[in-house]
């Protein structure tokens, strides 16, 4: 595979500006959508970028409520389950207008994935799951890592500390020298919705369970695991694995919840390994 | 005293860890205060010594956020003691300023200070505002169906608008509206975020909408996190069931059962506009309508005539009346009294009908006047229909102490366009002429 030019730049049209999606052209590559998890927007794929963006097209995206996305986009009854945010992928890939992408998702980003093929297999070429849970509750002889009491507490850490972290995010949008005042009232809405945002988002991820949804992925599927994840045991990857038919386990030495900081290199060797054994490039 | 002491024995919590979070160094403070030795702590993950809760938070918004911005300002964190007992503490965190190792991420620097008391202050503020926060989320859905209430003037719309403003107002997954037509619960209205819910009026109303209407009283779930579940209430008014509102609780909803009771209170809201709204329909139905016949009255059938001379003048067709009126119907009423007579009428409004075009209208004028309405119909049509009117009217009527024969005298009219301006009176005028030289002519006999 020779790249023959390449081009970097926030793609134009609605739902682009919605997800604050930018592409990186590599001309004659199926893209890689890269899409995010919970509490952290596409910037978390920093140190991956570099490694992958030389041989391969990269679609980089926020979902609705991170990063640098539209907040006034966010509807509670559509994100209330994680299908809103599948249909938003599905949506935004209909406007790009690429293709079929490999999609790369971490964390609950991988939950998402997998509801977005199923609902549209035809906009992917593949699925590569970073992370991902399809339940984070223990039950019955299935280990998802968390009891409900520790979901229940997370759910209560997060509304308790609603607005002491929505303090905490408010700088980020305070960036008006000229009106004081503005940014602040601004930063103090921005920073309050964020947080509620943030603990919907929460309930979504930690309350759902879509291990059912699993056997119906017909893609080629890359489930990855890092070691020592303290968000999601070695145990669900193995379940992953088991239950998407025909797919590929690669059980990463980085380690905690986000391989692709604490061991770029490792993660994107392992994410390109997988593409490469693709028939599909 | 050395600064190694006064790092050690400070009145916080210190600790270091690298970029991956495994702590490297903590101070004796924090040691004692987490009643752990050195080697307990360090070279562990210190996300693994936070609560559940704290850790994802922790791992998710906290680090990424210090990733990006170098620092991260007093947030709250419970760490977990030795014994299982809880540390609540404010953290505040920076990235070191000693230049990371080739390739490497800085280490993290954190203080931790201990937040017992101002911790539990805090949360019972933060409580006491959440609830005043669901409260106002609770009364602006309420608001908005006794908006979606006030102006919906049919069943119909009002059952649309409030699946609606129930559904987008509570942010539920599914928000269905039961009514009770003829005492079977049958489907009105829903609202639904998936997308393909078109087929649910195919769907037998749920065992809590059955709950709800048999007995009148709501059936609401205990438990609603982490399970999807549904509710349903009574739409009721004046201690009548009219209905059900049904929702449907996605298992990640944001309120709780106590945040589903303001549901009994859209009930009441709902019952009422309905109860309104079909009086409404009865009231302009008894306007237009017949009550004994349920035949049009003469208004609605002066109405429909004016439309039909317009047809009639755009299509060039012929505009046809037959007005018909009862032979011998005093002397049943004189015979066998009102109620009998009440019969009467009603059967043979039944027989015009059945004599007519299923396209013609038959309308009752008054008393035992008729009148049939037939568009673009031949004179050979027009006498057929009125011979099999005369007929059907003619058959003996069975009451309860006798039976009734009564006869028909019909007059047809005709008009073909151009119309001119006063077409209905002279259609009325003459038709009823006709009817009564009919009349004349069967009395002579």
């Given at each position: 595979?020779?790249?023959?030019?390449?081009?970097?730049?926030?793609?134009?049209?609605?739902?682009?500006?919605?997800?604050?999606?930018?592409?990186?052209?590599?001309?004659?590559?199926?893209?890689?959508?890269?899409?995010?998890?919970?509490?952290?927007?596409?910037?978390?794929?920093?140190?991956?970028?570099?490694?992958?963006?030389?041989?391969?097209?990269?679609?980089?995206?926020?979902?609705?409520?991170?990063?640098?996305?539209?907040?006034?986009?966010?509807?509670?009854?559509?994100?209330?389950?994680?299908?809103?945010?599948?249909?938003?992928?599905?949506?935004?890939?209909?406007?790009?207008?690429?293709?079929?992408?490999?999609?790369?998702?971490?964390?609950?980003?991988?939950?998402?994935?997998?509801?977005?093929?199923?609902?549209?297999?035809?906009?992917?070429?593949?699925?590569?799951?970073?992370?991902?849970s399809p339940r984070y509750l223990d039950d019955d002889g299935y280990v998802?890592?968390?009891?409900?009491?520790?979901?229940?507490?997370?759910?209560?850490?997060?509304?308790?500390?609603?607005?002491?972290?929505?303090?905490?995010?408010?700088?980020?949008?305070?960036?008006?020298?000229?009106?004081?005042?503005?940014?602040?009232?601004?930063?103090?809405?921005?920073?309050?919705?964020?947080?509620?945002?943030?603990?919907?988002?929460?309930?979504?991820?930690?309350?759902?369970?879509?291990?059912?949804?699993?056997?119906?992925?017909?893609?080629?599927?890359?489930?990855?695991?890092?070691?020592?994840?303290?968000?999601?045991?070695?145990?669900?990857?193995?379940?992953?694995?088991?239950?998407?038919?025909?797919?590929?386990?690669?059980?990463?030495?980085?380690?905690?919840?986000?391989?692709?900081?604490?061991?770029?290199?490792?993660?994107?060797?392992?994410?390109?390994?997988?593409?490469?054994?693709?028939?599909?490039? | 005293?050395?600064?190694?002491?006064?790092?050690?024995?400070?009145?916080?919590?210190?600790?270091?860890?690298?970029?991956?979070?495994?702590?490297?160094?903590?101070?004796?403070?924090?040691?004692?205060?987490?009643?752990?030795?050195?080697?307990?702590?360090?070279?562990?993950?210190?996300?693994?010594?936070?609560?559940?809760?704290?850790?994802?938070?922790?791992?998710?918004?906290?680090?990424?956020?210090?990733?990006?911005?170098?620092?991260?300002?007093?947030?709250?964190?419970?760490?977990?003691?030795?014994?299982?007992?809880?540390?609540?503490?404010?953290?505040?965190?920076?990235?070191?300023?000693?230049?990371?190792?080739?390739?490497?991420?800085?280490?993290?620097?954190?203080?931790?200070?201990?937040?017992?008391?101002?911790?539990?202050?805090?949360?019972?503020?933060?409580?006491?505002?959440?609830?005043?926060?669901?409260?106002?989320?609770?009364?602006?859905?309420?608001?908005?169906?006794?908006?979606?209430?006030?102006?919906?003037?049919?069943?119909?719309?009002?059952?649309?608008?409030?699946?609606?403003?129930?559904?987008?107002?509570?942010?539920?997954?599914?928000?269905?509206?039961?009514?009770?037509?003829?005492?079977?619960?049958?489907?009105?209205?829903?609202?639904?975020?998936?997308?393909?819910?078109?087929?649910?009026?195919?769907?037998?109303?749920?065992?809590?909408?059955?709950?709800?209407?048999?007995?009148?009283?709501?059936?609401?779930?205990?438990?609603?996190?982490?399970?999807?579940?549904?509710?349903?209430?009574?739409?009721g008014h004046g201690g009548e069931t009219l209905g059900v509102l049904e929702?449907?609780?996605?298992?990640?909803?944001?309120?709780?059962?106590?945040?589903?009771?303001?549901?009994?209170?859209?009930?009441?809201?709902?019952?009422?506009?309905?109860?309104?709204?079909?009086?409404?329909?009865?009231?302009?139905?008894?306007?237009?309508?017949?009550?004994?016949?349920?035949?049009?009255?003469?208004?609605?059938?002066?109405?429909?005539?004016?439309?039909?001379?317009?047809?009639?003048?755009?299509?060039?067709?012929?505009?046809?009346?037959?007005?018909?009126?009862?032979?011998?119907?005093?002397?049943?009423?004189?015979?066998?009294?009102?109620?009998?007579?009440?019969?009467?009428?009603?059967?043979?409004?039944?027989?015009?009908?059945?004599?007519?075009?299923?396209?013609?209208?038959?309308?009752?004028?008054?008393?035992?006047?008729?009148?049939?309405?037939?568009?673009?119909?031949?004179?050979?049509?027009?006498?057929?229909?009125?011979?099999?009117?005369?007929?059907?009217?003619?058959?003996?009527?069975?009451?309860?102490?006798?039976?009734?024969?009564?006869?028909?005298?019909?007059?047809?009219?005709?008009?073909?366009?151009?119309?001119?301006?006063?077409?209905?009176?002279?259609?009325?005028?003459?038709?009823?002429?006709?009817?009564?030289?009919?009349?004349?002519?069967?009395?002579?006999?």
């Amino acid at each position: 595979m020779t790249a023959t030019a390449s081009d970097t730049g926030p793609a134009p049209g609605p739902l682009a500006r919605r997800h604050a999606a930018t592409v990186h052209e590599v001309r004659g590559t199926v893209p890689l959508l890269l899409s995010h998890g919970f509490g952290t927007s596409q910037e978390m794929w920093g140190r991956l970028v570099p490694l992958v963006e030389e041989s391969r097209s990269v679609v980089l995206m926020d979902h609705v409520g991170a990063g640098g996305s539209d907040l006034s986009a966010y509807d509670p009854r559509r994100y209330q389950t994680l299908r809103g945010y599948a249909a938003d992928v599905a949506d935004l890939l209909d406007e790009l207008a690429l293709g079929p992408v490999h999609y790369v998702g971490h964390s609950a980003g991988g939950m998402i994935g997998v509801l977005a093929a199923l609902a549209r297999p035809e906009l992917f070429a593949s699925l590569s799951l970073v992370g991902a849970s399809p339940r984070y509750l223990d039950d019955d002889g299935y280990v998802g890592g968390f009891t409900r009491a520790g979901v229940d507490d997370l759910l209560e850490a997060m509304e308790a500390n609603f607005f002491q972290w929505s303090r905490s995010l408010a700088p980020v949008a305070m960036a008006n020298p000229e009106r004081p005042e503005l940014a602040e009232e601004l930063a103090a809405i921005f920073a309050r919705t964020q947080a509620q945002i943030a603990v919907d988002f929460a309930r979504a991820i930690f309350l759902s369970d879509f291990r059912d949804e699993l056997p119906g992925v017909s893609l080629p599927t890359h489930v990855v695991q890092a070691a020592d994840d303290p968000m999601v045991p070695a145990a669900v990857g193995r379940f992953l694995h088991a239950a998407i038919p025909g797919s590929r386990l690669s059980l990463l030495e980085a380690t905690g919840h986000f391989p692709h900081v604490s061991g770029p290199d490792e993660t994107a060797r392992a994410l390109l390994g997988f593409l490469d054994s693709l028939a599909l490039t | 005293m050395s600064d190694a002491l006064l790092y050690d024995h400070a009145p916080c919590g210190y600790l270091t860890t690298s970029a991956d979070g495994v702590v490297s160094r903590a101070n004796a403070t924090l040691l004692g205060w987490l009643g752990r030795g050195y080697d307990a702590l360090v070279g562990t993950q210190f996300a693994d010594h936070l609560r559940a809760g704290a850790r994802v938070v922790w791992l998710t918004h906290h680090i990424p956020r210090l990733a990006a911005t170098g620092r991260l300002d007093a947030v709250a964190v419970d760490v977990v003691r030795a014994d299982g007992s809880l540390l609540p503490a404010i953290v505040t965190a920076v990235l070191s300023p000693d230049p990371p190792p080739a390739g490497g991420r800085p280490e993290v620097l954190i203080t931790l200070i201990d937040a017992s008391e101002r911790q539990a202050y805090e949360r019972e503020l933060l409580l006491a505002r959440q609830a005043a926060e669901r409260a106002r989320w609770r009364m602006r859905a309420l608001q908005r169906v006794t908006e979606a209430c006030a102006t919906a003037e049919t069943e119909d719309v009002l059952a649309h608008g409030v699946a609606a403003a129930v559904a987008a107002g509570l942010e539920l997954a599914v928000a269905r509206v039961w009514l009770d037509r003829d005492g079977a619960l049958t489907a009105a209205a829903a609202d639904s975020v998936v997308d393909g819910d078109a087929t649910w009026a195919d769907e037998a109303p749920s065992m809590d909408s059955f709950r709800a209407w048999r007995d009148g009283i709501p059936v609401l779930p205990e438990q609603t996190a982490g399970t999807r579940t549904s509710a349903a209430v009574p739409l009721g008014h004046g201690g009548e069931t009219l209905g059900v509102l049904e929702v449907v609780v996605a298992e990640t909803w944001r309120g709780t059962p106590a945040d589903l009771e303001v549901l009994v209170m859209m009930g009441a809201v709902i019952g009422q506009a309905l109860a309104r709204a079909r009086m409404h329909a009865r009231m302009e139905r008894m306007a237009l309508y017949d009550d004994l016949t349920d035949l049009p009255n003469r208004a609605l059938f002066l109405r429909t005539v004016e439309q039909a001379v317009a047809r009639s003048r755009r299509a060039s067709t012929r505009l046809t009346l037959l007005f018909v009126d009862l032979d011998g119907f005093k002397g049943v009423n004189d015979t066998y009294g009102h109620a009998a007579g009440d019969q009467v009428l009603q059967e043979c409004a039944g027989r015009i009908r059945g004599a007519v075009r299923a396209a013609d209208l038959v309308a009752r004028l008054g008393g035992d006047e008729f009148v049939v309405l037939c568009e673009d119909c031949s004179p050979e049509i027009a006498e057929e229909i009125a011979q099999r009117v005369r007929d059907g009217v003619r058959e003996p009527i069975v009451l309860a102490d006798g039976i009734a024969e009564v006869g028909a005298s019909v007059g047809i009219t005709t008009a073909v366009p151009p119309h001119d301006e006063g077409i209905v009176d002279r259609l009325i005028a003459d038709g009823d002429a006709a009817m009564y030289a009919e009349k004349a002519g069967r009395q002579r006999l």
